[in-house]
């Protein structure tokens, strides 16, 4: 089975609790006003990988305690997901799932690869970004209206805590020269961190 990628980040500790492995797919059918990663949303971006390969490759590294689905938007491709989630869940490790849609609509869509991909996620992260509601105060979301859903016990013990969690930004500065960033932060941020570069 193939999966339709933007990018793989082997190691992470900015997409969700712990570090983790991170894979962002390619292509969004919600297209939010504001989105901070819109060269996601077009579906002929990006790369495909084997979802058996590319779980191999993540449950090799040790120091990875689970996996993130971000996109994109990952329901576009629940059914792949879903088995790189079954393959990692079997290893032990955990899944935290971003979408623009709400749980209420995708626990009453009756679509079978939704609920599957629901099935094996611990920590669902739901709601479309909505820039008029812009809040960066909790972790890992950019709106208010942003929630979250302790779908397993493995990570309720920050259900309590999240407003203790800082939002973070990784830079990797890759050896053709790019410059790459991943995690969260505020326009005016980013802005100040790349002033000196440009």
């Known amino acids: 089975m193939m999966l339709h990628v933007h990018q793989i980040i082997p190691k992470t500790k900015v997409e969700g609790p712990g570090t983790r492995a ?20 077009e579906e002929d971006g990006g790369f495909t990988v084997e979802v058996v390969q590319l779980a191999e490759q993540i449950v090799r590294d040790p120091e990875i305690e689970g996996v993130t689905f971000l996109g994109g938007e990952p329901f576009a491709q ?4 879903a088995e790189l989630g079954r393959i990692v869940k079997q290893k032990g490790l955990s899944v935290v799932t971003f979408t623009g ?37 909790r972790p890992w ?23 203790e969690i800082p939002n973070r930004l990784e830079v990797r500065i890759m050896p053709d020269g790019r410059v790459l960033v991943n995690g969260l932060a505020e326009t005016k941020v980013l802005e100040d961190l790349f002033a000196g570069l440009l």
């Open 141 to 163: 979301v950019g709106s208010s209206n942003q929630r979250y859903h302790f779908l397993t016990d493995r990570y309720l013990y920050l259900k309590e805590r999240l407003t």
């Open 78 to 81: 629940a059914r792949a997901l």
């Open 22 to 41: 991170c894979i962002q797919v390619q292509g969004c059918p919600i297209r939010c006003t504001g989105c901070a990663v819109p060269f996601t949303w």
């Open 101 to 137: 849609y709400t749980l209420d609509y995708l626990l009453q869509s009756g679509n079978q690869d939704y609920l599957d991909l629901l099935s094996v996620t611990d920590l669902l992260i739901d709601g479309p970004f909505q820039i008029e509601r812009l809040d960066t105060s």
